[in-house]
T-cell receptor, first 112, second 118 residues
Framework: GQQVMQIPQYQHVQEGEDFTTYCNSS?????IQWYKQRPGGHPVFLIQ?????EVKKQKRLTFQFGEAKKNSSLHITATQTTDVGTYFC????????????FGGGTRLMVKP | GAVVSQHPSRVICKSGTSVKIECRSL??????MFWYRQFPKQSLMLMAT?????????EQGVEKDKFLINHASLTLSTLTVTSAHPEDSSFYIC??????????????FGPGTRLTVL
């Protein structure tokens, strides 16, 4: 079955440092979505990438979708304490309806 | 917009009892609702997918008779954990989406239900 791997599992950064999480799928995806879950909260949708090689930015967050549509990354520039949380990628297959397969998540901790 | 509510937020029950969790899409009609289970510091594990008016599709390893899912309307899905045992203690999260016809759609998550079985 489809697998979505995410690395690293944990990341500690000093406030102001950059952070990147990587997502790799065993199969080609129709699109990939990113979610953020704050401690004690529920996942919140951040963005969806659909096109091969697509790059999208949201303020300090940059999302990329690989040319082969099998990998993706989320980069945060100059982290802030409000960035703390777990970032999940979720991949969708063409023939899987609305179903998403979630990566294991990367837990980001930011030291002030 | 796209708000999903879940009730209850927390429940503590005795072993052997059944617990029902409700998931509602408040401001949109959800063609599909998903039920996930999340253990501490782990990812979301999809349990089942349900479409309004039809039987839920369960993921491998999820017992249909133990986790009963009903999706009676476009705004409500319920998950009933029958004869709960301590190993069923977990964080249960639902999500809802509507079919845009453009592949996998954004899922909007409920706040989750923390189930503790004593």
């Amino acid at each position: 079955g489809q697998q979505v791997m995410q690395i690293p599992q944990y990341q500690h950064v000093q406030e102001g440092e950059d952070f990147t999480t990587y997502c790799n799928s065993s199969t080609t995806l129709s699109n990939i979505q990113w979610y953020k879950q704050r401690p004690g909260g529920h996942p919140v949708f951040l963005i969806q990438l659909v096109k091969s090689g697509e790059v999208k930015k949201q303020k300090r967050l940059t999302f990329q979708f690989g040319e082969a549509k099998k990998n993706s990354s989320l980069h945060i520039t100059a982290t802030q304490t409000t960035d703390v949380g777990t970032y999940f990628c979720a991949g969708a297959l063409n023939n899987a309806g609305n179903m998403l397969t979630f990566g294991g998540g990367t837990r980001l901790m930011v030291k002030p | 917009g796209a708000v999903v509510s879940q009730h209850p937020s927390r429940v503590i029950c005795k072993s052997g009892t059944s617990v029902k969790i409700e998931c509602r899409s408040l401001d949109f009609q959800a063609t599909t609702m998903f039920w996930y289970r999340q253990f501490p510091k782990q990812s979301l594990m999809l349990m089942a997918t349900s479409n309004e008016g039809s039987k839920a599709t369960y993921e491998q390893g999820v017992e249909k008779d133990k986790f009963l899912i009903n999706h009676a309307s476009l705004t409500l899905s319920t998950l009933t954990v029958t004869s709960a045992h301590p190993e069923d203690s977990s964080f249960y999260i639902c999500s809802a989406s509507w079919a845009s016809g453009r592949g996998a759609d954004t899922q909007y998550f409920g706040p989750g239900t923390r189930l503790t079985v004593l």
